[in-house]
């Protein structure tokens, strides 16, 4: 089955996660060797693992625009870059050829994924939020060139 971790955070649906303090989240990150866990073992149990992480990609992204809060940027934070892990990982095996260099890739796919999770947490935790961040972007004015000299 699903670690834990990722139980607890679709058992979540139903509650008002903004209610949560940063303290009863920290229980509900998975951990990287639960991450891997779930690419680990049968094709079918990957499978099924990519399609709840998908359809709980779906969710966070709409409970980011519908109700942003912590507890949906740290999903935000572990979710879309373990979706796209498991797509670059699929790249990797289809054309990466050689046994030292598919494992090389694999590493560095590992390293970048762990740095992107742990970085969007801390930018959680310590700055304004992925959902806050991406709505500043939105939010950007357009300089006119006249004012820049």
């Not at 060797?33 to 709409?62: C, D, M, N």
């Not at 990466?96 to 260099?101: L, N, Q, R, S």
Request: with cysteine; aromatic share 6%.
């Amino acid at each position: 089955g699903l670690p834990t971790s990722l139980t607890m955070l679709m058992s979540l649906a139903g509650r008002p996660l903004c209610r949560l303090t940063r303290q009863a989240i920290k229980p509900i990150i998975p951990t990287l060797s639960q991450v891997s866990h779930l690419s680990s073992g049968s094709p079918v149990t990957h499978w099924k693992a990519e399609r709840y992480v998908s359809v709980l990609t779906f969710g966070a992204i709409i409970g980011a625009a519908a109700y942003p809060c912590l507890a949906v940027d740290h999903s935000l934070a572990i979710l879309i870059p373990l979706h796209t892990h498991w797509g670059i990982e699929q790249i990797l095996t289809d054309y990466v050829h050689g046994k030292a260099t598919s494992k090389i890739c694999q590493v560095l796919l590992y390293v970048c994924t762990g740095l992107t999770i742990i970085s969007l947490l801390y930018f959680n935790q310590h700055d304004i939020g992925i959902t806050q961040g991406i709505k500043d972007l939105w939010n950007i004015k357009q300089r006119d060139p006249a004012e820049l000299h």
